[in-house]
């Protein structure tokens, strides 16, 4: 039997239109999951969910204002079968609103941890009640590096992503006796939309300081994943995995 197959399970991922989250509802599909992709870019995700129906996947759009946490329970209380019984939850979506602390604006604080805490919280709420009926269950929270180590002028982002850290813990212990595993992936700097805009001299700084010498793929962030959402990681939970090429160690 091959490894980390994902065969009858159905699981949803969050922020899934761009970048990470999009890569990782691509790994899910292609080891056997079904997939509900969700993000406030309807547009975006029915291009990406036509491309997995393209190549035999099941998967589904599902726009999502991670904002309005009441909102976001009504629709996933209204999903069909066979999308309605989620086994496998990725919580990925999540904003910046960089700037250095005494500058900083009770609303850029505010929108950072209502989307990336309070969205996963909401999301989360909704989705392991039906875990804990099925005694089955996968929940995996994208955090970052950031959440461990810290960042000047990313004080909102961090304390989001360390927020999600002690949040899993916490659920980690509460669920482990029902079947459900919950764990972190914390990714370092990943080739994505958002790291194509440093300049030749930022990475080349950046890779000075990460062990391996490269940013991140997103490949890497979602075979951490692929190994969480599987049978074979059924006796992990409570677990951060850095996947940061060595930048915290």
Partial sequence: MSLFRLDGKTALVTGASQGIGEEIARR??????????????????????????????????????????????????????????????????????????VR???????????????????????????????????????????????????????????????FSKSLAREFASRGITVNVVAPGYIETAMTATLSEAAKEELFRSIPVGRLGAVEDVASAVIYLASEEAGYVTGQVLNVSGGLYI
């Fill in 28 to 101: 899910l599909a292609a080891h056997g999951a079904r997939v509900i992709l969700a993000a406030r870019s309807r547009e975006r995700l029915e291009e990406v969910v036509a491309e997995l129906r393209s190549g035999g996947a099941e998967a589904l759009a599902l726009p999502l204002d991670l904002t309005d946490p009441e909102a976001v329970a009504e629709r996933i209380k209204a999903l069909d079968e066979p999308f309605s019984a989620v086994d496998i939850l990725v919580n990925n979506a999540g904003i910046t609103a960089d700037n250095l602390f």
């Fill in 104 to 166: 900083m604006k009770l609303e850029q604080w505010e929108a950072v941890l209502q989307t990336n805490l309070t969205g996963a919280f909401a999301v989360t709420r909704a989705l392991t009640r039906g875990m804990i009926r099925r005694r089955w269950g996968r929940v995996i929270t994208i955090s970052s590096v950031v959440g461990l180590m810290g960042n000047a002028g990313q004080a909102n982002y961090a304390a989001a992503k360390a927020g999600l850290i002690g």
